[in-house]
């Protein structure tokens, strides 16, 4: 019987890391809580270091929308989102949009007019339209 319960105990602990894959109180628990709310939290490999870093400068002017955050979380996501960024002219913008860079506007380009159009799309930012609630994983 003790041994059917340590077994069980095991059994359940593993469960319950399963459910947790990512680390309450993490860095990434963080960026996906605080950039996943409006809308789904953009990979950070799609935008380079650069671009994430006047993003984070400027979140009370976010595309139209206040982010802002406090100086200590934002600090912690700008680092994570600096160690996981994409390289290169490819992955930059002007705008600071993913939607605007090369890589996505090659990747994109089968794409019509009339399809990005579509009411359930409407924004080239609405990835989760065609793509689900996750791009590229993670
Ligand atoms: C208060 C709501 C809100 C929060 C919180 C928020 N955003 Fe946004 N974000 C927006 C809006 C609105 C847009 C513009 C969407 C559009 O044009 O359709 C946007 C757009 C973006 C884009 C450009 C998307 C594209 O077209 O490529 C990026 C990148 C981005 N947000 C990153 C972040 C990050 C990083 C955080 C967390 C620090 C964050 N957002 C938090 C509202 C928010
Ligand atoms: C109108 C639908 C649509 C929207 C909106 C859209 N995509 Fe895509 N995306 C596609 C299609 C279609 C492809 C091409 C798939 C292929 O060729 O296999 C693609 C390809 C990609 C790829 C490369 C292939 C892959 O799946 O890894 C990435 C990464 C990607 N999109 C990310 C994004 C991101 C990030 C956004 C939002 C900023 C976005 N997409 C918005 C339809 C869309």
């Avoid at 935008?47 to 139209?64: I, K, T």
């Avoid at 680092?79 to 002219?89: I, M, P, Q, Y």
């Avoid at 993913?98 to 799309?121: K, L, M, Q, Y």
């Amino acid at each position: 019987m003790k041994r059917i319960i340590g077994l069980l105990l095991v059994l359940g602990m593993n469960l319950a890391y399963a459910d947790n894959s990512v680390q309450p109180g993490s860095n990434i628990a963080k960026w996906k809580e605080e950039c996943g709310s409006c809308h789904i939290p953009y990979p950070p490999q799609l935008l380079s270091a650069d671009n994430w870093q006047s993003l984070m400068g400027s979140l009370n002017r976010h595309f139209g929308a206040n982010a802002e955050l406090d100086a200590k979380d934002n600090k912690r996501i700008l680092g994570f989102l600096e160690r996981n960024a994409g390289s290169g002219k490819l992955y930059s913008s002007a705008s600071r949009r993913i939607s605007e860079t090369p890589w996505f506007i090659r990747e994109h380009d089968s794409i019509s007019p009339g399809e990005w159009a579509n009411p359930d799309v409407r924004s080239h930012s609405n990835c989760s339209a065609c793509h689900g609630k996750t791009v590229l994983g993670d």
